[in-house]
């Protein structure tokens, strides 16, 4: 699971809800579907920077109810304000930020929510008639988003949910002050229920580097032409001091691991499955036993004369001179989750399933080690009933299938399970084995020229040594934060316009704030903006398959 940092860390202030709400709807289920199935088990991956978030959340929520101290993100303040804006403008902000959510899924399942929703479209181009939409309204729509929000097992189990739903209209605040008490508990115990399953056994916990970034291309922008030879690059010949900055993520995401979950994982998942000859051989050296990246990954690599004869994909690999086992994802499998069975019938898409695996334990011979890796967060929202049916019969005819066993990587090693050799790996991520998701447009790679200034920038106010250590780790996070992944993945025109717009919005913020705290004057073009969306992605782009479709 990963959300990228959505605070302005210089104000506080939460940009976009997408943590929270991903925290009540998608990791609450997550577990509660592990903790429903005791042999079941699964590899869980987040990213410190998401953790750091969800603590930060619980602690805001948790002193909002015990102490009424103001919540820094404007949405679930907005649930909780006793007082509804006047101003229409800010009026139709609150409105449209309640109608982000999967029309079909989400909007359309709740008859009252659709008729305030098909309202709301009206409102948008009758703009005028915002002055005669009284607080019921807005109180309502509040209410209900966050309701079509909840993780399945929690409208199936919390009273109070079950109720507020069934109450369809005329919500008061002592109504969206129970649904706000429903947040702080999913908020302040989902960490403690991974943590709890991972103590059992029943799922082992990996980790990211801190802030999420590609680390291949921060060793070395060129290694994107190993899958993509003609691909443009930025104007940037390297990102400088790339290698200082990996370590930095690692040994900071490892840190805030343990003082959240109290050991040093076994495991890491590179963000978004990013992999090179280099980062494995620095992941071995941070003591990783395994990493993981995409099947395209390994066939681009099987097909390099070095690797000479081609084994099955389904084992893990360890490359030449490097010591931490990689394993690669089975695209198919793991994209028939992602992008295919939410149109199925759950007991149909299982069953599908469960064939493909006995076809690979029939026609492969000894170990096999099939890697389904999932998005976390995003897949659920186009099942019905947020996976709920899908993921319950998913776990329980895994656990108690004959020939099927469910495990975490590291007992794979522990186990013994072969381990085969390569000698020579293509640099590449999950999304198609390459690295065009975040590197090789004109967007793109003026992303990467704008954060390459401000690194610069960066190391030359270093060098004079002019920054207090405590504006020195000031500026450390917000560089790392500028160096996520997600702000890369969503410039480019054959995105969603909205989301391009919020992330390239908060790319510009992230590095004008870097300056600032460096004591250096923004650049007049971080005032500008240079990348728009238009495109219509499957899955509205905020997940994509593991091979590219031609």
């Not at 820094?72 to 907005?78: E, G, H, S, V, Y």
């Not at 309701?147 to 409208?155: N, P, R, S, V």
Request: hydrophobic share 40%.
């Amino acid at each position: 699971m990963h959300q990228p940092e959505y605070r302005d860390l210089q104000t506080g202030e939460f940009k976009l809800p997408w943590t929270y709400l991903h925290v009540i709807k998608d990791y609450v289920d997550m577990v509660a579907h592990l903790e429903a199935v005791p042999k079941a088990k699964a590899v869980v991956n987040f990213a410190p920077i998401l953790l750091e978030q969800i603590e930060e959340y619980a602690r805001q929520v948790n002193g909002y109810l015990h102490d009424r101290i103001s919540i820094t993100d404007p949405l679930l303040a907005a649930l909780v304000d006793p007082s509804i804006p006047a101003d229409p403008e800010e009026r139709m902000r609150l409105v449209k930020d309640c109608m982000r959510a999967n029309r079909e899924r989400q909007i359309d399942r709740y008859p009252t929510f659709k008729r305030l929703i098909e309202m709301a479209d009206w409102l948008e181009h009758h703009y005028d008639s915002l002055t005669y939409v009284n607080s019921q309204f807005i109180s309502d729509v509040l209410a209900w988003y966050h309701l079509i929000w909840m993780g399945e097992t929690i409208k199936l189990t919390d009273s109070r949910i079950k109720r507020l739903i069934e109450k369809g209209s005329g919500y008061t605040l002592h109504d969206r002050i129970e649904i706000i008490e429903v947040i702080a508990e999913q908020l302040t115990s989902v960490i403690c229920r991974y943590k709890a399953l991972a103590r059992k056994g029943q799922v082992e916990l990996s980790v990211t580097p801190y802030a999420h970034p590609i680390m291949p291309l921060l060793l070395d922008l060129n290694s994107t032409h190993e899958a993509m030879p003609d691909a443009p690059l930025p104007e940037l010949d390297t990102y400088p001091g790339g290698e200082e900055r990996v370590k930095w993520h690692l040994d900071k995401g490892v840190q805030t691991f343990k003082r959240l979950f109290g050991f040093k994982p076994k495991g890491c998942w590179p963000s978004e499955g990013g992999v090179s000859g280099q980062t494995l051989k620095i992941l071995g050296d941070f003591g990783f036993d395994w990493t993981a990246s995409g099947g395209s990954v390994l066939h681009n690599s099987l097909n390099l004369p070095e690797n000479g004869k081609k084994p099955g994909i389904h084992h893990p690999f360890k490359l030449q001179e490097t010591d931490v086992a990689c394993f690669f994802r089975d695209d198919g499998l793991s994209d028939l989750i992602g992008f295919e069975y939410s149109k199925w019938h759950a007991d149909d898409a299982v069953g599908d399933l469960i064939h493909h695996l006995e076809n690979i334990a029939v026609h492969e011979s000894g170990d096999k080690v099939v890697s389904i890796i999932m998005d976390g967060e995003n897949a659920w929202e186009y099942y019905p009933a947020n996976g709920y049916y899908f993921l319950s019969a998913l776990y329980q005819r895994l656990a108690s299938h004959p020939h099927i066993e469910l495990t975490t990587f590291s007992e794979c090693l522990q186990n013994k399970v072969d381990v085969k050799p390569l000698v020579k790996m293509v640099a590449g991520s999950w999304v198609y084995g390459t690295f065009s998701t975040w590197i090789g447009d004109a967007d793109k790679n003026r992303g990467w020229d704008m954060l390459g200034d401000a690194k610069w920038t960066f190391d030359k106010v270093i060098s004079v040594g002019r920054l207090t250590d405590k504006q020195m780790q000031q500026a450390e996070l917000q560089l790392a934060v500028c160096e996520g992944s997600d702000w890369f993945w969503w410039f480019g025109d054959y995105n969603p316009g909205e989301a391009v717009s919020n992330f390239e919005k908060q790319f510009r913020l992230n590095l004008a704030n870097l300056y600032r705290l460096l004591g250096e004057e923004p650049p007049a073009y971080l005032a500008m903006s240079f990348t728009q969306g238009s495109g219509a992605p499957a899955m509205g782009g905020a997940m994509r398959p593991g091979v590219e479709l031609i």
